[in-house]
């Protein structure tokens, strides 16, 4: 997990704030877990910061994302996809099936050139 973060806080550190940060085909069975909003914050939180699963049916986005979106402990879940949640309802980050498109649909989240 240091090391995807380390990955994601130096290209942050290249890229202007606001625009987003995207990494692709990470693993949770080589992180250990999949990382959350609190894993890609600790990167930044002046920019947009998303990674896909491997599997491509799994996203995770930081904080700026989520709020960007407006997705928040009340958001309902989309069709065809879920926010996975902290114990009080807050969204953890980790957004799976048709969640993404729903949240990229909700909000400013825009794909950029700023890949790792």
Known sequence: MDELIAAL???????PPGQMVTGSRYQDTMLGRHS???????????HSISISHSSGHITVANSYVLRASGITKDTKDPPGGSFDRDP??????????????????????RRAAHSI
């Open 88 to 109: 009080d309802g807050t969204p953890n980050g980790v957004i799976r099936e048709r969640g993404a498109p729903a949240a990229q649909a909700r909000g400013r989240w």
């Open 36 to 46: 959350t909003r609190y894993d890609l914050d600790k990167a930044s939180t002046e």
């Open 9 to 15: 806080k130096a290209k942050a550190a290249k890229t």
